[in-house]
């Protein structure tokens, strides 16, 4: 069993619709990272939050510490959005870092 | 975003040889990872260290040794590589214990 569990593994949305991606870890965490890696290139941090809900543009990212479930959401979607997005889980000693296998999105103008 | 580059970016090498990839960053972070990346498996972290000289193994240390003899680089070397050693390995360096700011990633083929 993965620590890290991400859903759905494969997501193909409109230009404009509202996305979700989701993600539930069974270790204890004090932070969640947020990844996004486009096609071929590098990985960069989104977002990492500890508690409640962080917005960056048109991202958003919640974090429930007790139902160990977050969520990623993008509103009005476009095809720049394309990309693999992964969950990652600090262990709370810190040393060791798990990450979900990514939600890869596609967005269809 | 943070200054970190990885050499090489590609490289193939023959099973058996020895292959260093560097991580060099320029924040003056104290905590570098390296990670490998593998279809199916995500990232899975291989070593990191918490300062000069202080390392320690992660999930998938076998086959790997590192070495940090400067705040700015974290050397990964792959002491007999095999082809199972074929991957994308990426470093990530931060300030504070969770944060990641990854490098662009390097191209390791062991044929």
């Known amino acids: 069993k993965n620590e890290v569990e991400q859903s759905p593994q494969n997501l193909t949305a409109q230009e404009g619709e509202f996305i979700t991606i989701n993600c539930s870890y069974s270790?204890?965490?004090?932070?969640l990272h947020w990844l996004q890696q486009h096609p071929g290139g590098g990985i960069v941090s989104l977002f990492m939050?500890?508690?409640g809900k962080k917005k960056h543009g048109r991202l958003i990212a919640t974090i429930n510490i007790q139902e160990k479930h977050s969520s990623l959401h993008i509103t009005a979607s476009h095809p720049r959005d394309s990309a693999v997005y992964i969950c990652?889980?600090?262990?709370?000693?810190?040393?060791?870092?798990?990450f979900g296998t990514g939600t890869s999105l596609t967005v269809i103008p | 975003d943070a200054g970190i580059t990885q050499s090489p970016r590609h490289k193939v090498t023959e099973t058996g040889t020895p292959v260093t990839l560097r991580c060099h960053q320029t924040?003056?972070?104290?905590?570098m990872y390296w990670y490998r990346q593998d279809p199916g498996h995500g990232l899975r972290l291989i070593h990191y260290?918490?300062?000069?000289?202080?390392?320690d193994k992660g999930e998938v240390s076998d086959g790997y040794s590192v070495s940090r003899s400067k705040t700015e680089d974290f050397l990964l070397t792959l002491e007999s590589a095999t082809s199972s050693q074929t991957s994308v390995y990426f470093c990530?360096?931060?300030?504070?214990?969770?944060?990641?700011?990854f490098g662009p990633g390097t191209r390791l083929t062991v044929t």
């Open positions: 939050l500890s508690s």
């Open positions: 924040e003056n972070h104290r905590y």
């Open positions: 990652a889980a600090p262990l709370s000693t810190g040393n060791q870092f798990y």
């Open positions: 270790v204890g965490i004090s932070a």
């Open positions: 260290s918490y300062g000069v000289k202080d390392t």
């Open positions: 990530a360096s931060g300030a504070e214990i969770y944060e990641q700011y």
